[in-house]
């Protein structure tokens, strides 16, 4: 079974960095496309990046691009998110999720498996 066990995050300024990390177990980590998708207060969760298992190829939000990075270490099993230039608004829970077939990445339902969660928050 695969599992999805998160770290990091917590309060920061804006303005400044975090970095997630999500360890995967359970199957060949190469195998999967994996995401960051976030989830905001009273809002529905949204995509922020992908990184694809062949290739590696990345997808970025539109609202996170040239501030976030998305890397994987697939001998470590571990896929990371790089925080930069953090504003306000990127305040909310952070899911790690993975698919094998990842159809349709920007819709947070094409991810079968998801991490615990991790809250970033930012003060202004």
């Known amino acids: 079974q695969v599992q999805l066990v998160q770290s990091g995050g917590g309060l920061v300024q804006a303005g400044g960095s975090l970095k997630l990390s999500c360890t995967f177990s359970?199957?060949?980590?190469?195998?999967?496309?994996m995401a960051w998708i976030r989830q905001a207060p009273g809002t529905e969760r949204k995509f922020v990046v992908v990184?694809?298992?062949?290739?590696?190829?990345?997808n970025y939000a539109d609202s996170v691009k040239g501030r976030f990075t998305i890397s994987r270490d697939n001998a470590e099993k571990t896929v990371y998110l790089q925080m930069n230039s953090l504003k306000p608004e990127d305040t909310g829970v952070y899911y790690c999720?993975?698919?094998?077939?990842?159809?349709?990445?920007?819709?947070?339902?094409?991810?079968?498996?998801w991490g615990q969660g991790t809250q970033v928050t930012l003060s202004s």
């Open positions: 359970g199957d060949t980590v190469g195998d999967y496309a």
């Open positions: 990184i694809r298992q062949f290739g590696g190829d990345t």
């Open positions: 999720a993975a698919d094998r077939g990842c159809l349709i990445p920007h819709r947070y339902s094409t991810y079968t498996y």
